[in-house]
């Protein structure tokens, strides 16, 4: 019954909302789901909420972990913050919140975590905002513009996860529909900072405000931090190799590779070309990233633990995400979300399916406060009909991965969701203090921007 998926839909982004663990009750809100429709408990969640989450782990948890282990050793040994004090030089502290802006989106396109950055940056901007007299409430929002934005959704090769979830659904690489990207990125980025810098000055008079008084605000222990010029070297293994992997060695691959693996049961399918060249190119950054801070580390004798705490914080990331995707498709076999898909599939603006999917992902990424939980619930649901409805009108697959990517970072960023609660925390804000701002950059402006796109792409009639 469409009632039950509703109510099950409710139930989730209000146990979001509240801070549960989705990794407990998105099992829960499915099984729900599943008694509204008289289906049976136990072979659901063992065949389908179970089945669908962990392939969603066999797909992504080398990226989750990998991308968590190179944000936390550019965390800790200083490259971060080094690249951070020479925006901050470069600009001058006029310009502080696009310094901060600015810095996060370097390190997000480089390659460190979303979830990992804030923890990076904050004592840097703190620092600088400090020092300028800036008003402390714009810090979360400097954040949200690098972080959550641009560098995540629509630059081309952006190495986060949310680039990478539609290349596994639609058969892309992580620089699918450029043009579309790049001109969603200019867009986006001069409205942001344009928006931030007149927040800045508007609000000078209000002063710094109240002192932060825990440890995470000592932005100087010590220890010599590694040449800025330097510390951006990891950054660029990350892309670089990104393009010379996928364009010029994996994509030349023999696909009898993949049936040359004893005992693999899907020997027929495509050579996975972004997920192999980001995970050699990420593998490849930590590796540099230790050599150029080896000193650091040595001194703080903190290389193991740097290492384990990303390994441990990948966890965490990728079952709650695999909860949610398993969630998905317990909804989507239900013989009531037939109805749900019709409508979706009934969104038919000039033909093509780029506003159903801008509207699906949105709506998805909205409702379980996920920019990756939604988007991956919405292509298991939907990504071959979308594929098969672009090719007859000749969408290809690639505007599709980005449109997706791109929808996933618009209501994602409600109040409710994760990584914005633990933003607030990292900083000492309330949503009160510092979401108007948050709000205005992570979610009114992505969706405005990718909207206007969208009607544009498909009034023109461009595919790609």
Known sequence: MVIGIILSLVMLTI???????????????ALFACVTAGWPLLPSYTEIFMTRGVIYVKNFFPIFLLGAVFGKIMEESGCARSIAKLFAEKLGSKHACVAVALTTAVLTYGGISMFVAPFA?????????????????????????GTFTFAMTCMPGSPQIQNMIPANYFGTTLFAAPF??????????????????????????????????????NFDDGVEL??????MVPLVVVLAGNVILTFFVINTWDQSIMASVPKQPLSAAKIPVANW?????????????????????SAR?????????????SLLAIMNTASEVGYGNVVSSLPGFTSVKEFLMSIDFGGSPL??????????????GSASGGMSIALEAMGKTFLEWGATVGIGPELLHRVAAMASGGLDSLPHNGAIITLMAITGMTHRQSYPDCGMVSVVMPIAVTFILVI???LFGFTS
């Open 15 to 29: 146990i979001a909302y509240r801070g549960l663990s989705v990794i407990l009750f998105a099992p829960v809100c």
């Open 277 to 297: 060249a980001l995970l050699i190119s990420l593998v490849a950054s930590i590796l540099v990233a230790i050599a150029i801070s080896f000193k650091q580390f």
């Open 456 to 458: 544009v792409w498909t």
């Open 301 to 313: 004798k903190n290389l193991a633990a740097t290492l384990n705490a990303g390994a441990l914080g």
């Open 121 to 145: 940056v904050y004592p840097f901007a703190y620092a600088l905002f400090k020092d300028a007299g800036i008003p402390r409430r714009l810090i979360p929002g400097s954040i949200c513009i």
């Open 355 to 368: 506003m159903s999917e801008f509207i699906t992902v949105n709506v998805l990424a909205g409702v379980t």
């Open 180 to 217: 579309f990207g790049i001109t969603g990125t200019i867009i986006l980025a001069g409205a942001s900072m344009i928006w931030i810098g007149w927040r800045q000055k508007s609000l000078m008079h209000e002063g710094f405000g109240e002192i932060d008084t825990r440890s995470t605000t």
């Open 226 to 231: 590694p040449n800025p010029y330097l510390a």
